[in-house]
């Protein structure tokens, strides 16, 4: 059942902009880089003499946590627009289909599109890196992975979150502020004790030596709040 | 006996401490083309989101094919098509793909898609995005939709609201072919008596969310006379003749105006009138129009 609800809402969110979102946010982050080790690539590579790919692992790094609220807020919004706009819910939920199935289909949406951002990520990691000349040798690939997917599991707590709200309420207003204010508030995460989940996208890649912590905790955080938003889901009135 | 394919019982809905529907009881048999009626905000969509499962009713039950909603939703739900007031379609896609998002949860066979777009003549227009259609044609792509699953019934909540005569003619003509066609039930909810009655053989009307009529159209016309119209030579001495033999009348228009009667009633009252010389120029059945009658459930809750 949720196999079908997914491949029904593949084909719903054609020219939703969607796909378009999960690449600008993923090649935005890369041509960020590129622009700044264009600009000034003798003294960056000249201070990260000593590991060049760490150095741009690094630099990238600095973005990835606001970058996934900020995609975590605009897809979750803009999967649930898709109903919304075209008040299609009250169809949609007349089929033969459990609401825990739609529920779930579009959170493993809004995963899906995610991962496929962070793959991009990964992916043009490389390519820039080698673009950039740090070398093939010695190309820190399961770093590189890690940049962007150990991350992604500290912010799904936010995805579960932002999608609960689209999904429930019409008027995305607030679900938008809130995705926005967390990403700003993000930024300053290496200030936050480790227990606020808003740090746990940036230590979860920091803090190399222990991820499994915000790792962990975002993945229980996450499924318990996906849990309670198809909870709200499945008694919610269709008007 | 007729097998009934919606049944429900002390239906309520309330909301914040206002009753939008209460104790309803609807009962459509199979076959029939159900005509539910009722001005604006009487009830008529919050019932239809009832009946599919979109809102919880507060008290009461729903059972649909025999089978109690609440414990069966998804088997009941595979035999019902709906479209529930204005059109769903995915405006961003076309007509087909807007079928196969839909046939993607249904799953029925591809071909399934062509014949429905058939049914409501938009296969000329399959190919286009849905946001360039009238509004006439969103709607017959809503029932090409609803149509889809094969159901066995059809729910359909206001599908004529909003558009021109043509589009009426249309949809009314679709509606009507379908019990004869693909032995399909329909519920069919509108505002307009006139609308209606051009397609079902049952109405129930809804008023402040109660029932107050439910019965066939033919017994609904049969209360639509409304009494006799006299007009004769001394209008006023003829009233108090009439009334000497117990007969409720009075004067209007120069005539006089009698409630119902019989026929032997009539020609007793005509004989004695002629028989005190009066000379009679015209006798009437005033029949009240359907429309009369609506509006006179809807505006005292039942009829008189």
Redesign the interface.
């Known amino acids: 059942m949720i196999g079908?609800?997914l491949?029904?809402d593949f084909?719903?969110i054609?020219?939703?902009g969607i796909w378009f979102l999960v690449f600008l946010g993923s090649v935005g982050l890369l041509a960020m880089q590129a622009l700044n080790f264009g600009l000034r690539y003798d003294y960056l590579t000249d201070r990260y003499k000593a590991d060049l790919w760490k150095g741009l692992i690094g630099e990238i790094f600095s973005f990835v946590p606001i970058a996934l609220y900020l995609g975590a807020t605009l897809i979750s919004s803009q999967i649930a627009n898709?109903e919304h706009?075209?008040?299609?819910?009250?169809?949609?939920?007349?089929?033969?289909?459990?609401r825990a199935s739609v529920f779930t289909a579009k959170v493993l949406l809004g995963f899906i599109a995610m991962g496929v951002a962070c793959l991009i990520l990964s992916a043009g990691t490389v390519v820039l890196g080698i673009l950039l000349k740090f070398g093939t040798d010695d190309i820190p690939y399961l770093t590189i992975l890690k940049l962007s997917f150990l991350p992604y599991l500290g912010a799904l707590p936010m995805l579960a979150l932002q999608l609960w709200l689209s999904l429930t309420l019409k008027n995305q207003a607030l679900p938008i502020t809130l995705g926005i204010t967390a990403a700003i508030a993000s930024m300053f995460a290496a200030n936050y004790p480790e227990f606020i989940p808003l740090s746990w996208p940036f230590l979860s890649f920091i803090s190399e030596a222990k991820p499994a912590l915000p790792v962990g905790a975002g993945i229980i955080l996450a499924f318990v709040v996906y849990m309670v938003g198809m909870g709200h889901f499945r008694?919610k009135?269709?008007? | 006996m007729r097998e009934l394919v919606i049944e429900t019982k002390d239906l309520n809905k309330k909301y914040r401490g206002r009753y939008a529907v209460r104790n309803l009881n609807l009962e459509i048999g199979r076959g029939e083309i159900y005509g539910f009626l009722g001005p604006n905000g009487a009830g008529k969509t919050t019932t239809i989101r009832m009946l599919l499962g979109l809102i919880r009713p507060t008290m009461g039950s729903i059972h649909i094919f025999g089978k109690d909603l609440r414990k069966e939703k998804l088997n009941i739900l595979r035999k019902v098509g709906s479209l529930v007031e204005y059109p769903s379609n995915y405006g961003h896609l076309t007509a087909v793909q807007n079928l196969e998002a839909v046939r993607r949860i249904l799953d029925v066979p591809k071909s399934r898609i062509d014949e429905v777009l058939s049914i409501v003549s938009l296969t000329k227009d399959a190919k286009r995005p849905v946001k360039g259609y009238s509004l006439g044609m969103k709607q017959r792509l809503g029932i090409a939709t609803a149509l889809l699953g094969n159901p066995e019934l059809l729910i359909l909540d206001e599908p004529t609201n909003g558009l021109d005569p043509e589009g009426i003619h249309e949809i009314r003509e679709l509606i009507r072919s379908m019990p004869q066609q693909h032995g399909i039930t329909v519920l069919v909810s509108s505002h307009l008596l006139s609308e209606v009655e051009q397609m079902a053989g049952t109405v129930g009307i809804i008023r402040e969310g109660e029932l107050v009529f439910q019965d066939t159209i033919s017994n609904l016309q049969q209360q639509a006379s409304g009494g006799f119209r006299l007009v004769v030579s001394e209008p006023a001495e003829a009233l108090q003749l009439i009334r000497g033999q117990g007969y409720a009348g009075r004067l209007e228009d120069g005539g006089l105006r009698l409630d119902q009667l019989s026929d032997p009633e009539v020609a007793l009252l005509v004989k004695r009138l002629v028989d005190h010389n009066h000379a009679i120029y015209r006798v009437e059945e005033k029949r009240r129009t359907l429309e009369d009658i609506f509006m006179q459930v809807i505006e005292q809750g039942g009829l008189s």
């Open positions: 079908k609800a491949s029904s084909l719903k054609r020219r939703k898709v706009q075209n008040n299609s819910w009250k169809q949609l939920l007349a089929l033969p289909i459990s008694g009135d269709v008007n």
